[in-house]
């Protein structure tokens, strides 16, 4: 978690989405923010592969980086777009263009049943390397958090 300067970023308005949210915890490594649902996000194009319009409240968990935030404290989540749709990939598209060129590899080699769930298969494993590689990912994908006034 880093104090987030537009300013000096030189990044505007448009290329960060920003939502409001209370601190729900604090620990050494970590805070873990309640994010509120956006008035923005009815009017947003991408909202169906967002994934925070889902349910009222989203909990995320950001690095912490001793900013003075504490328990209850209001706060602004930025994170840019660059990283949210590279998020998406990784999370949504890249898995299901796995699915289908695995399903076309497997099917020349075995059955259709048997096909079906060496693809599914090699999906799972996918997502098992991401929950390993969970901490590179976290630096990857940097979410800011600014105190509110």
């Known amino acids: 978690m880093s104090k987030l300067d537009l300013n000096s970023l030189n990044i505007n308005d448009k290329d960060i989405i920003t939502h409001t949210g209370i ?3 604090i620990t050494d490594k970590s805070v873990r923010v309640s994010l509120q649902e956006n008035p923005n996000c009815t009017s947003c194009h991408a909202k169906a592969a967002c994934g925070i319009v889902d349910t009222e409240t989203k909990l995320i968990e950001i690095r912490n980086n001793q900013q003075s935030v504490k328990l209850h404290d209001r706060v602004n989540v930025f994170i ?17 263009i796995l699915l289908f ?9 075995f059955k259709e049943w048997l096909a079906g769930l060496s693809s599914l298969l090699v999906v799972t494993l996918y997502y098992f390397s991401l929950h390993f ?3 590179f990912l976290k630096k990857e994908f940097q979410i800011s958090i600014l105190k509110q006034n």
């Open 23 to 25: 601190v729900t915890a």
């Open 80 to 96: 840019e777009n660059k990283s949210l749709i590279k998020a998406i990939f990784i999370a949504y598209v890249f898995p299901f």
């Open 101 to 109: 060129a695995s399903l076309i590899v497997f099917l020349i080699f």
């Open 133 to 135: 590689i969970n901490n």
